[in-house]
């Protein structure tokens, strides 16, 4: 996979914020969409700065590489892209709300993925992300990002 680039979606998706906010279910959030800070949940009183956000971020990359590969068991075998589709999912969503995707989780293990593309479509998370969900769904059905996404800028 290609972490930088991984980052930069990621900024791009989240959006930056110096101070903690409830997001859409009611969490505590800060920086590029961390719920911990430093290993403790966010509080509504903290703040960062962008330089520790972007620390926080990278931690926060490297769980969700970590629970989409135990989620998804033959995520080595997949393309950076789709693993990419995969991270992204499980930092916007958490493991355990991601593992519950059990169709998702299916059609990758078959490598199946205009399937996959379909069971993402067909969720709740796919019309909270608004186009977040449409570039993931189609970078997995094709295994490619569109060209205005290479071009990824903060």
């Known amino acids: 996979m290609n972490l930088e680039r991984l980052e930069k979606r990621l900024m791009k998706d989240e959006g930056y914020s110096r101070v903690a906010y409830l997001d859409t279910v009611g969490v505590w959030t800060i920086g590029f969409g961390s719920t911990r800070l430093f290993g403790q949940p966010v509080k509504e009183d903290d703040s960062v700065t962008e330089d520790v956000a972007r ?18 068991p033959r995520f ?4 950076d892209v789709r693993q990419e589709v995969l991270i992204n999912m499980s930092y916007n969503l958490g493991s355990h709300k991601l593992t519950q995707f059990k169709n998702l989780r299916s059609a ?10 379909e069971e993402m479509v067909d969720s709740k998370w796919f019309t909270q992300v608004g186009g977040r969900g449409q570039r993931l769904v189609a970078a997995m059905k094709t295994g490619q990002w569109a060209i205005s996404e290479d071009k990824v800028t903060i």
Do not use: K, M, S
């Open 108 to 117: 990758v293990d078959a490598l199946e993925f205009r399937r996959a593309a």
């Open 76 to 79: 080595n075998e997949l393309d």
């Open 55 to 72: 620390i926080q971020l990278r931690a926060d990359i490297y769980g969700a590489i970590i629970d989409a590969a135990q989620i998804f």
